[in-house]
């Protein structure tokens, strides 16, 4: 099983809404990730989390927050965001230090109006 | 700066016939590879992944060959059915840093009937 899920599938907010994307993996894998994906475009890393700690922040702005509340689950905390943040937004999980491959959420469609 | 990029942003090829997408990359250290397919409004899925301690790796219908000298990257599918059609990214990392993919830029498969 190499599934990732992520929830919700489809969200709309607005600029000043507070809302969180959720991600879940049971594959027992010790690397999450949450990635940006704009149109037409290759995936952009913002985040890793290693053994539940953060091990990289691409200069992702602080209306980003990212939580990994146990080694199965990652949250992206959004707040204030802006219209050019609206993208299809990726989480991946691997096993970690001896295992590079990473499997992909299907996405959230995030539409910051 | 290092990059990953691909030759053809666009394929297309007829129904049943070979695929051939190319990707090359600049980073020397770089010593695994990988190619996603992404369909659309889904998360990339991974296909077939190679290190760069071989040239060449089979799966079912598709063939990762791996060009160390050149730094180029390939992606055969044999028999392309109309399911193909996706845009294909190809990623390259180096285990013995942060487990950071560099992602190409894409190429569209449109498999013609």
């Known amino acids: 099983d190499t599934e990732v899920t992520q929830t919700p599938k489809h969200l709309v907010m607005g600029m000043t809404n507070k809302k969180s994307l959720k991600c879940e993996q049971h594959?027992?894998?010790?690397?999450m990730y949450w990635y940006k994906q704009k149109a037409k475009k290759p995936p952009e890393l913002m985040f890793v989390?290693?053994?539940?700690?953060?091990?990289i922040n691409e200069s992702v702005p602080s209306r980003f927050s990212p939580e990994c509340p146990n080694s199965s689950l990652l949250n992206l905390h959004l707040h204030a965001l802006q219209p050019e943040d609206s993208a299809l937004y990726l989480c991946?999980?691997?096993?970690?230090?001896?295992?590079?491959?990473?499997?992909f959420g299907p996405g959230t469609r995030l539409l910051v109006l | 700066g290092e990059s990953v990029g691909l030759h053809l942003p666009t394929l297309s090829v007829q129904e049943g016939d070979n695929s051939i997408i190319n990707c090359a990359y600049s980073?020397?250290?770089?010593?695994?590879f990988i190619w996603y397919k992404q369909e659309s409004g889904k998360g990339p899925q991974f296909i077939i992944d190679?290190?760069?301690?071989?040239d060449k790796r089979q799966g079912q219908r598709v063939t990762v060959l791996l060009n160390k000298t050149v730094k180029h990257l390939s992606l055969q599918i044999a028999a392309t059915q109309p399911g193909d059609s996706a845009v294909y990214f190809c990623?390259?990392?180096?285990?013995?840093?942060?487990?950071?993919?560099?992602f190409g830029t894409g190429t569209r498969l449109k498999v013609l009937a």
């Open positions: 989390y290693s053994y539940e700690k953060l091990s």
């Open positions: 190679i290190r760069s301690n071989m």
């Open positions: 991946a999980s691997s096993q970690g230090r001896q295992e590079e491959t990473q499997y």
């Open positions: 980073n020397s250290a770089s010593d695994y």
């Open positions: 594959m027992g894998h010790r690397a």
């Open positions: 990623a390259e990392s180096s285990t013995s840093g942060t487990y950071k993919y560099i």
